[in-house]
């Protein structure tokens, strides 16, 4: 390998480490977004279905089809 090789070569694997240290911070902070917003998703079906069960129990017997 050519000592111009070698420099193109080292250019390369330099560029292509800075990227992926970005891409893998992105992915992380991606990861931490998604699973903040899949356990804020789960807080917000059991508090509608809280307001659910609570509604329900101001319905009286007999009306509205469902007891």
């Known amino acids: 390998m050519s000592p111009r090789d070698r420099v193109v ?3 390369v694997i330099d ?3 800075h990227a992926l ?3 893998i911070g992105l992915a992380t902070g991606l990861r931490r977004d998604t699973q903040d ?5 789960v807080m917000l079906e059991a ?5 659910v069960s609570a509604l329900k129990r101001l ?3 007999g009306k509205g089809g469902r007891q």
């Open 15 to 17: 560029d292509l480490a």
């Open 9 to 11: 070569l080292r250019g």
């Open 59 to 61: 319905q009286p017997p």
């Open 47 to 51: 508090a509608i279905g809280r307001a």
């Open 37 to 41: 917003t899949a356990d804020e998703a």
């Open 21 to 23: 240290q970005t891409a």
